[in-house]
Every structure is written in structure tokens, then in C-alpha cells.
């Protein structure tokens, strides 16, 4: 009965770079194998028989000569068309069973069917019948490390069956085994054999080679005999059971089922989700694995993460904080000063602004309410009890500049405001500090040596004119400059712009009447506007110098991410060498390792920010003054950014993986 072919190796030769001159391993190798044959490939040791075996399975091209797999030529195939062969046709059977230990023989024998697309119930289902038929149904859920040598030969059996292993290779399956297990091994081989597959056994053991229907002997890279065995052997008392074996073995479903991919699904977007889902799971089963390595990994990301987040929330609460109290300034106000600019030195001592100057801003169109501001302090006594106070002497509309209110009495009136009055209106905390127990009205107070009426009382505000706790008291401005500084110059005059108008409009109005006024600039302008922009400004500022922070640690972060997965490259290498034998894709390889990167940062990145706001939480509690406002751009910012650096820094690890040889990496131990 002469089946088709399979394989057809064609003077193929194999050399290895040994220094300066190559070492030829194969000797142009001729060879045929048609469907549903045993062979056994024997030779001693060093005589190129797992070279041979590697470039069968397509996990090593020949250096010359052509080797076709069903008629197509491997030649020229990519890395990712040889992986599709290996998924798809071949079945690899390791003498070190080469499982994963960190997956159950379960997980173990789907993973090809993963790279092949196949649905996970189905693969579930498949998997489990495979065991079981394999006499391992009671340990489907056990690791690799809690089964014998010949339970781990038997689950990498059925994990080279599971994308149906039409053409089964086994590297010296019994050669880590005891007799007894060898022995049931290699019956299974036999059995698969009968079911339609085909087998090809490397071994140099001449009692396993006796089990295979053909013999191929292999010395020194040259083939020198290739026999048919007459006489198969049993590898054990295998007559007895032979007649029952066989009636078992018809009737299996489950061995002789292949395909089991469909390529179809396997092309759709669920199935690309599927795989997605399956390099998640196993990034998350690496990260669980190595957890110390993970957390000092994310320590990085985490403490990196948190500082940016803590200062940005830092900065946001400052900044908002001093907003908020510009806009208790009142809107749209202008403040016309004395001097150059703020903090000028001599602006005491500048004594340009005048009432007039106040008649003729309060004539403009523009001008809501004008109103003079003399500042002083001064000790407020009345019986035994005295207090420093702030002294504000105003003009009446100071009070709608500033949108304060009155808790009782009245404001006072133009005629008091002319003739000096000595009245004045006070505020909360002088009410409280003073008056505990008796309502003020009308009641006289004494600032400095000056008695006073008081006229009114204002509500509590938080308008910045009322600084904490310090008692002020409002005064018609003319009173203050007469009664208490003797002074004909005011310390500011105050705007509110009408609606409708816009402040630089205003503002330049004002610089131009008080210019031909004065006839030079000895005054300076300051609106909620300016404010806000400079502090605007240095707020710009600040996130800058914070972003330029941040950027430097995050990348100290990012190297240490690197460096980590450099590492778990290299200590996985020889589970990237089995997951690309039994076919995974160069770009399987990288999105797992990709996504354990970008797992890690991102993780590390949510940790980073929760941290912050429990910290925050702890010094807002501990210290009110100080204020951290979290805002859910910097936290979604904060994520994104540490997604990113997973992805930067573990590209290059990410791709060293994916590009490794199959066969360099499964030799590494
Ligand atoms: P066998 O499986 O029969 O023991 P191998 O195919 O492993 O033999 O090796 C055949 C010869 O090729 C040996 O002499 C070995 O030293 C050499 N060889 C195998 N792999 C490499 C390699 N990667 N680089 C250099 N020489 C190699």
C-alpha cells in the first residue's frame, strides 16, 4: 500500500559556523516519508540525528538542498509560515517532555490550539478527551511537577495531539523514562501509528527502533542504511492485548479526529480576542509567578506615578485655592496703586493719588462704582478690652465694589463722608471680639485716640478686604486721612467696570486720564485679569518644571521595566522555545511579553495614583491648610502614561523574545 508523501528531504546539508570554518553536521541527506509510516531514525550520539529531526520539524532550514512538507517547499517560508506548519501538521514529543510548568496538563496540551485559533470550549473539551483517552483523566488539573516522567510523556503526547499531529516527531521519547513507562510510550506510538499518523521516532536505542516499520540508520550525517522491519516489535506483552487494543482503537474518535482547526474562525476578529485573551492570561500567570520581581518592578512606575500625581494635585489645589480668592475680589475690578509696580519700594512714599483723581474716575462711563482706599492699622479699644485692627477708610460705594454685606444698621452716608464723620461701620470678627453679648449699633469704639460711632455691621465674608481673624473697621475715607494719618493722598482707588465694557479697554482708558492728570506714570493698574494671568503664567510654569520631573522618572521607571523583562526573557527562554515548537507566532511571542510590560506599568501606574490620593487624603486630614485636587484627566494622563512607558521599554525585550531561534531556545535550560 504506498501512500503519499509527506515529507521529501533532497540533499540537504546542515553546517554549523565553528570559528573561522564550517562543520557540515548532514551530508546531503536524501529522504521520503509517506503518510502513515513508523520510522525510526537510529545513530549514535553526534551522528546529526536531532539536527535531522529539527529540520523535519521545520524548527531549522537546511543550509542547503530543499525540503518539502506536503509538496511545499519550506525554503523560503517565514518564520511565521514554518510556525503554521508546525501548528498545523506536526506534533513535537521531547525526550524532557518540555511542558510549562507554571500551566496544568490541561492548559499544557491546549496551548497549540491557541496559536491555532480554536475556540476555547472546544480546545477545553478536546484537551480533556485527550487525557483521558491517555489514561489521565484524574489529572487534568495537576502542574507538570506533581506527575511522573511517564505522566509528563503522556500529556506532551496529547499535546502533540492536539491540533491532530498528523505527522508525530519524538526526539528520544523514552529516554528519561523507566522501562515500564518507556515502554507504555511507546505502545501509545504504536497505536497512534494504527490510527493514521505518522510517526517518526529519533532514538539510539536499537530495542526502540525495533518498534518502528522502518529503520533509517544515521552515522556521521551520512544515512547508511534505510531499512523495512519484517518483524515489529511489541514494546511490551502487547499480543495479549493486541485483539482488545485494536477494537478500542477503531472505534477512537478522538485520536484519529484532524484537523481540528477551522481556518476559518480562526481569521476572525473573535478568534484574534481569543489569542489576545490567552497571552492576558498568561502575562497575568508570569506576573503571578514571579510576584516579588513584579511588585519591585511597579516600585518604580509606582513611586514615580504617585509623585507626579501628588504634585500636579498639589499645584491644581494651590492654584485653585488663589483663584478662588482673586474672585473674591470682586469681578471685574481695577485697582489703581501709587508707584511703578507691585512691590515697589516706594510707593509709600509716592503721594500722587488724590480724591480728585477718584471724582474724575468716577465720572467715567465705564465705572460702576469707584471708591478711595486709605489703609491703616491701628489699636481699637473700647473699656478693658483692645485688639489691633486694620483700618480701612473707603468711600461708599466700596461696599458694592466688593460685594460686602450688611448683618445690621446702615453704610455711611455722602454727608458723612463729606464732613469727616467719625462713624464707622465694623466687621464680624470686631463684632465677636468687642461686642460678645451686646448688639454694637450705636455703641462707640476708640481707634488710636479717636472715638467712634459705630453705624453698621457686615456679615461674615470671606472677601480678602477681611483678613482672618484681625478685626477691621470700614471708615468714610476723608475721616481716616484727616482724623488718623493726616494725609491728603489715598493708598488706592478702587474699580468695578460696568457690564458690557471690557477691562483692557477700561484699563487704558484709566492710564490715560490719570497720565494727562498727572503728567507722568507714577501709578500702576492691577485687575482680576492681571492677577489670574500671572498666576496663570506661573502656574504654566510649574507644570513645566514638574512635567520635565516627571518625564525623568518615569523613565528611570520605564529602564527599570526593561531591564526586569530583559531578564524574563532570558529566564523564559525555553518556554518561548516550546510555545514557537508547537507554533506560536513571532508576534505571539511579542504581544505576550508586550502585554506583561504594559500589565506591569499600568498596574503599577493605577497603584501610583491610588496611592497618592490615600496620601493625600492623610495630609489634607493632618493639615487643612494644605489642599490636593485630583483631577480625573491628571489620573487618566497619569494611566495612560504608564501604559505608554510599558509599551517603549518593553518593546525591545518584547522583540528580542519574539526573534529568538526555536531550537537555541529549547536547548537553553
Ligand atoms: P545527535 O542528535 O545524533 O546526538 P546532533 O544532531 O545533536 O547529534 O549533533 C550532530 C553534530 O552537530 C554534533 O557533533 C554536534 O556537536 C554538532 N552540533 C549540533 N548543534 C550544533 C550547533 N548549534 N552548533 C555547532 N555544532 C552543533
Redesign the pocket.
Known amino acids: 500500500m504506498q501512500h503519499e508523501v509527506l515529507l521529501e528531504l533532497k540533499d540537504v546539508r546542515r553546517s554549523?559556523n565553528?570559528g573561522a570554518s564550517a562543520?557540515e553536521?548532514l551530508h546531503g541527506i536524501n529522504l521520503t516519508v509517506r503518510r502513515g509510516e513508523m520510522v525510526a531514525i537510529i545513530?549514535p550520539?553526534?551522528?546529526?540525528?536531532?539536527?535531522l529531526m529539527n529540520i523535519i520539524g521545520c524548527l531549522d532550514n537546511p543550509s542547503s538542498g530543499s525540503y518539502q512538507v506536503m509538496g511545499q517547499d519550506t525554503l523560503h517560508m517565514t518564520p511565521d509560515e514554518l510556525a503554521a506548519l508546525r501548528r498545523d501538521f506536526f506534533g513535537f514529543i521531547f525526550q524532557r517532555y518540555h511542558l510549562l510548568g507554571h500551566l496544568c496538563a490541561r492548559e499544557n496540551v491546549q496551548v497549540p490550539a491557541v496559536y491555532a485559533g480554536v475556540r476555547k470550549s472546544k480546545r477545553d473539551r478536546r484537551a480533556c478527551e485527550l487525557l483521558a483517552r491517555l489514561g489521565l483523566e484524574e489529572r487534568v488539573d495537576y502542574r507538570p511537577a506533581q506527575l511522573s516522567g511517564g505522566q509528563q510523556q503522556r500529556v506532551s503526547i496529547a499535546r502533540a495531539l492536539m491540533n491532530g499531529g498528523q505527522i508525530i516527531l519524538a526526539d528520544e521519547p523514552t529516554g528519561a523514562l523507566d522501562t515500564k513507562s518507556g515502554q507504555d510510550v511507546m505502545r501509545t506510538l504504536q497505536e497512534l501509528n494504527a490510527q493514521g499518523h505518522t510517526i517518526i521516532i529519533v532514538t539510539h536505542d536499537p530495542r526502540i527502533a525495533a518498534c518502528a516499520h522502518r529503520v533509517i540508520a544515521i552515522e556521521d550525517g551520512y544515512i547508511k542504511s534505510d531499512t523495512i522491519n519484517d518483524k515489529v516489535a511489541d514494546p511490551l506483552a502487547l499480543q495479549d492485548e493486541h485483539a482488545a487494543a485494536d477494537k478500542v482503537l477503531a472505534e477512537d474518535k478522538v485520536l484519529s479526529e484532524q484537523p481540528v482547526i477551522n481556518n476559518q474562525w480562526a481569521k476572525t476578529w473573535s478568534s484574534h480576542l481569543d489569542r489576545f485573551k490567552e497571552a492576558f492570561v498568561m502575562a497575568y500567570r508570569a506576573m503571578l509567578s514571579n510576584r516579588m520581581r513584579t511588585m519591585l518592578t511597579m516600585l518604580g512606575i509606582i513611586i514615580g506615578i504617585m509623585a507626579v500625581v501628588s504634585v500636579v494635585a498639589l499645584a491644581r489645589g494651590a492654584s485653585e485655592r488663589i483663584i478662588s480668592n482673586i474672585a473674591s475680589m470682586g469681578t471685574n475690578t481695577i485697582t489703581v496703586y501709587p508707584g511703578e509696580r507691585m512691590g515697589d519700594v516706594r510707593s509709600g512714599r509716592v503721594r500722587s493719588l488724590t480724591a480728585r483723581d477718584l471724582v474724575a474716575l468716577q465720572g467715567q462711563p465705564f465705572a460702576d462704582s469707584v471708591s478711595a482706599s486709605v489703609q491703616t492699622s491701628a489699636l481699637l479699644r473700647r473699656g478693658a478690652e483692645e485688639s489691633n485692627a486694620t483700618v480701612q477708610g473707603v468711600s461708599l460705594d466700596l461696599f458694592r465694589v466688593y460685594g460686602l454685606l450688611l448683618k445690621s444698621g446702615r453704610i455711611f452716608s455722602q454727608g458723612e463722608l463729606d464732613s469727616k464723620a467719625q462713624v464707622c461701620v465694623i466687621d464680624d470678627n470686631t463684632a465677636t471680639l468687642f461686642f460678645p453679648t451686646e448688639d454694637p449699633l450705636g455703641k462707640t469704639i476708640i481707634v488710636g485716640n479717636v472715638g467712634l460711632r459705630i453705624i453698621g455691621v457686615l456679615a461674615p465674608s470671606d472677601s480678602f478686604v477681611i483678613r482672618g481673624e484681625q478685626p477691621t473697621i470700614f471708615m468714610p475715607y476723608t475721616a481716616v486721612m484727616t482724623r488718623l494719618l493726616n494725609q491728603n493722598y489715598l493708598s488706592s482707588i478702587v474699580l468695578r467696570i460696568k457690564d458690557g465694557f471690557s477691562t483692557p479697554v477700561a484699563e487704558s482708558s484709566i492710564k490715560h486720564i490719570l497720565l494727562s492728570r498727572h503728567g507722568r506714570e507714577d501709578f500702576f493698574l492691577q485687575s482680576s485679569d492681571t492677577i489670574m494671568k500671572s498666576i496663570e503664567e506661573a502656574t504654566m510654569t510649574f507644570t513645566l518644571m514638574i512635567s520635565a520631573i516627571a518625564v525623568i522618572s518615569l523613565v528611570v521607571g520605564g529602564i527599570g521595566v526593561m531591564n526586569i523583562m530583559l531578564v524574563s526573557v532570558t529566564e523564559r527562554t525555553r518556554e518561548i522555545g516550546i510555545r514557537m515548537a508547537v507554533g506560536a507566532r513571532q508576534s505571539d511571542i511579542l504581544s505576550q511579553f508586550l502585554i506583561e510590560a504594559v500589565m506591569v506599568c499600568m498596574l503599577g501606574g493605577l497603584m501610583g495614583v491610588l496611592f497618592s490620593y490615600l496620601v493625600g487624603q492623610l495630609i489634607m486630614h493632618f493639615w487643612p491648610s494644605i489642599v490636593l485636587s485630583y483631577s480625573v484627566d491628571s489620573i487618566i494622563a497619569a494611566v495612560l502614561t504608564s501604559s505608554a512607558i510599558g509599551i517603549a521599554f518593553g518593546f525591545m525585550p518584547a522583540r528580542s523574545a519574539s526573534r529568538l531561534n526555536p531550537i537555541e531556545a529549547l536547548s537553553r535550560e
Open positions: 554549523y565553528s562543520v553536521v545513530g550520539s553526534g551522528s546529526g540525528k536531532s539536527t
